[in-house]
């Protein structure tokens, strides 16, 4: 199957820094890129929707202006979580469509974020 | 009306038995229906998928069963493992909309 990458796999950070998550599709292009964000125990949340070229396209209630996103090419999107505090400690994962339909999703493997 | 819901929210479940995992989905828009599998720490990967012209789907010890007129689908694992100890969750989508989650169900085979 295709294959996603994301880095780092882990981060730790001090409030008020930003950090920059990566996510690549090694072996096939992607032209829009999701990305989620999942609690302990619970299911994944979509933050947005990534679309090389264009502006990315958010879910309600989510800050664009927190979570930065940016699809520079056919095979990377990047998350950047802006002024992180610690209520942003999460698991983000991203995804790529892939397939005749775009339906199946290929994921990364996730990136764990703790913000001190 | 883009909800699926999922059920139950854990299951324990004996080596060798089966294991079922229920879901439903509201809007009849949706034309593909995949299960994923999630490890701790890990992101989820696709497990098995199906469409709503077809009942059942089988792969090896996994099978989706579609009741398109009910509008519900399921999970069925068969001989269940240890191994298979993991999260599941459902899933909905259509012609590459943006794919709706179940809530995801905490399977433990116990050995």
């Known amino acids: 199957g295709a294959v996603v990458s994301q880095h780092p796999s882990r981060v730790i950070c001090k409030s008020g820094t930003s950090v920059k998550i990566e996510c690549r599709s090694l072996?096939?292009?992607?032209?829009?890129m999701f990305w989620y964000r999942q609690f302990p125990k619970q299911s994944l949340m979509l933050m947005a929707t990534?679309?090389?070229?264009?502006?990315?396209?958010?879910e309600q209630g989510v800050e664009k202006d927190k979570f930065l996103i940016n699809h520079a090419s056919l095979t990377l999107s990047t998350l950047t979580v802006t002024s992180a505090h610690p209520e942003d400690s999460s698991f983000y994962i991203c995804?790529?469509?892939?397939?005749?339909?775009?339906?199946?999703?290929?994921f990364g493997p996730g990136t764990r974020l703790l913000v001190l | 009306q883009q909800q699926v819901k999922q059920s139950p929210q854990s299951l324990i479940v004996q080596k060798g038995g089966i294991s079922i995992i229920n879901c439903a989905y509201e809007?009849?828009?949706?034309?593909?229906f995949p299960w994923y599998q999630q490890f701790p720490g890990k992101g989820p990967a696709l497990l098995i998928a199906?469409?709503?012209?077809?009942s059942e789907k089988k792969e090896g010890r996994f099978t989706i069963s579609f009741n398109k007129s009910a509008k519900q689908f399921s999970l069925h694992i068969m001989d269940s493992q240890p191994g298979d100890s993991a999260t599941y969750f459902c899933?909905?989508?259509?012609?590459?909309?943006?794919?709706?989650f179940g809530a995801g169900t905490r399977l433990f085979v116990k050995a």
């Open positions: 809007n009849t828009a949706f034309d593909y």
């Open positions: 990534s679309n090389e070229g264009s502006k990315a396209t958010y």
């Open positions: 899933a909905a989508t259509f012609g590459g909309f943006k794919t709706i």
């Open positions: 072996d096939f292009q992607a032209t829009t």
């Open positions: 995804s790529a469509p892939t397939g005749g339909n775009q339906e199946t999703q290929y």
């Open positions: 199906i469409r709503p012209d077809v």
